[in-house]
């Protein structure tokens, strides 16, 4: 079952981009945070998507917010489009795909490519935007201008 607006985001782990443990347990109660889920490393709207969120990072950093992204692919690959891409936030790997089940995204285009969905979670905890869309860029300011009202 997807979660959704409201809801307390799950707790969820993950190895970050530099081969750590990432625990949300981290973030919640003491900042907001985006986290986006996204097909794959190194195609064009992935691309473009995590590019936006990097051009545009300070003022996520502004609004006191972190930024998560998060796919399928291995750590090595992150670990190359994070370097290839000056990419300032983490990438978590989610090989066996239990992230993505857990937020309940689905896939998209006859089911056939994981879908792109963006959360944004307040500094309690609670979900305070799920946007589902397969263009890229706009995620960006759909998660900034929810951000900026809570």
Do not use: W
Not at 22 to 37: H, M, Q, R, T
Not at 38 to 44: A, S, V
Not at 89 to 101: E, T, Y
Not at 123 to 136: D, P, R, T, Y
């Amino acid at each position: 079952m997807a979660v959704k607006v409201g809801d307390k985001v799950p707790e969820f782990s993950g190895i970050d981009t530099n081969g750590n443990l990432f625990e949300s347990n981290s973030l919640i109660g003491k900042k907001p945070f985006v986290i986006y889920f996204y097909p794959k490393d190194n195609t064009r709207v992935c691309t473009e998507q995590a590019c936006s969120f990097r051009d545009q990072y300070e003022d996520f950093k502004s609004l006191g917010a972190e930024v998560i992204g998060v796919s399928s692919d291995s750590l090595k690959s992150h670990q190359k489009f994070t370097a290839q891409h000056h990419l300032p936030f983490i990438l978590l790997s989610d090989a066996d795909k239990k992230l993505r089940k857990l937020f309940g995204v689905p896939n998209d285009i006859l089911g056939l490519i994981p879908g792109r969905v963006t959360y944004v979670i307040n500094k309690e905890g609670i979900i305070q935007l799920v946007f589902n869309n397969m263009s890229g860029k706009i995620h960006i300011d759909k998660a900034l201008e929810i951000l900026k009202s809570i």
